[in-house]
């Protein structure tokens, strides 16, 4: 009788341990499956954003100069908060922006779009697109003053 109870026992602690190992295996991989996926991180604006000077020219009116650059942000990168100590006009070469200016609502612009922006007015400007994406940055500015201002 007792070596039934023993087996019994033992057959009990068994089927205990069977029980928790399935469960515990069952909740790790519902816990595998219900982990949010991981979104790859943001890319920098200092890594992603990449400036090409392509002219600088003074103008016929003292103390302006004209200043024209390359901007190629990579998918994804948003740009500082910044103002200009002029005009900008934004030029999207490629690829697909969204501009904020400050006291505006947001504008999406597309290859072949243009964006005044007046001088000193904060703005944010974003690649939302899915690869590189392009403008030709034309300033009209004052002379020997820094050209990016970063906002807060």
């Known amino acids: 009788m007792s070596r039934i109870n023993n087996t019994a026992s033992k057959l009990g602690i068994a089927l205990a341990a069977v029980v928790s ?3 515990f295996a069952s909740f790790s991989q519902a816990e595998d499956v219900k982990a949010p ?4 991180p943001a890319k920098s604006w200092q890594a992603g954003l990449h400036r090409t000077d392509l002219l600088r020219q003074d103008l016929d009116v003292s103390g302006r100069e004209v200043i024209q650059v390359l901007v190629d942000f990579d998918p994804g990168v948003t740009s500082p908060k910044h103002s200009h100590p002029g005009v900008e006009v934004a030029h999207v070469i490629s690829g697909t922006f969204e501009y904020q200016l400050e006291g505006r609502a947001p504008v999406t612009l597309r290859a072949g779009d243009s964006l005044y922006i007046p001088a000193g007015t904060a703005h944010v400007a974003k690649n939302v ?4 994406a392009s403008e030709l940055a034309t300033y009209i500015v004052k ?8 906002e807060q």
């Open 37 to 40: 996926a991981q979104a790859a």
């Open 143 to 150: 002379k020997d003053a820094p050209l990016v201002v970063l």
């Open 129 to 132: 697109g899915d690869s590189k």
């Open 21 to 23: 190992l399935s469960a």
